[in-house]
């Protein structure tokens, strides 16, 4: 007789990971950053015990003023070179602005990069596979709509009856993106 095929459920994936030495346990959690969306971590730090969200605000804060600390002496540094004799209001007043300029500079340039980031996603080639397939589909939806309708096309390839609506909408791109592929 074969082996039994313990059904996988969050406890045994919890059992699982319990399981693994230090150094898997940091890969899978690697892995899992990897996979996961960005609310997931949020999600974590909501289910701790209050006690160890404390702790681990307490450490994040840390954190952010090991990073921050440097940059604000800097600037203040900056401003006392440049005018030493400046009263200490007028001195509040002017960091405050520097600082408030650099983190609006800093989030610019993190835009830039997220814009850079969509762009390059929204740019990138289809896979060969993936516009013969939806050629596929938008043949055989035209061939005969009664038959193919948008429940059966989606059941026969396995994805969301609106991912087969989205494709027949662009059915324009994928004949052009199918003809570039056999023109090259």
């Given at each position: ?22 150094e ?58 440049e ?8 001195f ?17 340039e ?8 969509v ?12 516009i ?53």
């Amino acid at each position: 007789m074969g082996q039994a095929v313990e059904v996988v459920t969050p406890r045994v994936i919890l059992d699982l990971f319990l399981a693994l030495s230090d150094e898997q346990q940091e890969e899978f959690l690697r892995l899992f950053a990897g996979a996961c969306s960005v609310d997931a971590p949020l999600f974590i730090v909501s289910q701790l015990p209050k006690a160890r969200q404390f702790e681990l605000s307490g450490r994040m804060h840390e954190q952010v003023i090991k990073i921050l600390m440097p940059i604000a002496i800097d600037r203040a540094w900056e401003l006392l070179k440049e005018r030493p004799d400046v009263p200490l209001e007028q001195f509040r007043t002017e960091l405050k602005d520097r600082i408030t300029k650099w983190v609006e500079a800093l989030g610019e340039e993190m835009a830039e990069l997220e814009r850079d980031k969509v762009t390059a996603q929204r740019n990138r080639k289809s896979n060969p596979e993936t516009i013969r397939r939806n050629i596929e589909i938008c043949d055989r939806r035209k061939l005969n709509p009664s038959l193919w309708t948008l429940g059966k096309l989606a059941k026969e390839y396995g994805i969301k009856r609106s991912t087969v609506q989205g494709i027949l909408n662009d059915e324009p791109k994928w004949r052009q993106l199918n003809a570039e592929a056999l023109g090259n």
